[in-house]
């Protein structure tokens, strides 16, 4: 099923404008979870998308927004089936550190 098919049963709701922000905030969220979750399936993807369409009907529009509050909900929900994601030190942090000289 594709992302276009997981929404058409929103699109009587929201005008296209919208539609476009909440399926870039869709496509965005599952890409994620992809990665994260252990094991997914269909329903895990109609799921998400109701979660999208319900922070839609709140009146968030900011996609990125949109996106990470549907990847918490849906974290809340998923009950130990996400992966830990491995923290990576920043690129600042990689770079070697001059030594401090004692004395002055």
């Known amino acids: 099923m594709d992302d276009a098919f997981v929404l058409e049963q929103f699109r009587d709701e929201f005008d296209p404008e919208t539609l ?36 839609g009907r709140s009146g968030e529009l900011k996609t990125i927004r949109v996106a990470n509050r549907a990847v918490d909900i849906f974290s809340e929900e998923a009950h130990g089936r996400l992966r830990r994601a491995r923290v990576e030190k920043p690129q600042s942090e990689l770079k070697s550190r001059i030594p401090l000289q004692g004395g002055a």
């Open 20 to 55: 476009k922000v909440l399926a870039r905030a869709f496509d965005l969220a599952w890409r994620y979870l992809q990665r994260v979750l252990t094991r997914s399936n269909e329903s895990d993807r109609e799921r998400l998308a109701e979660i999208v369409m319900q922070i």
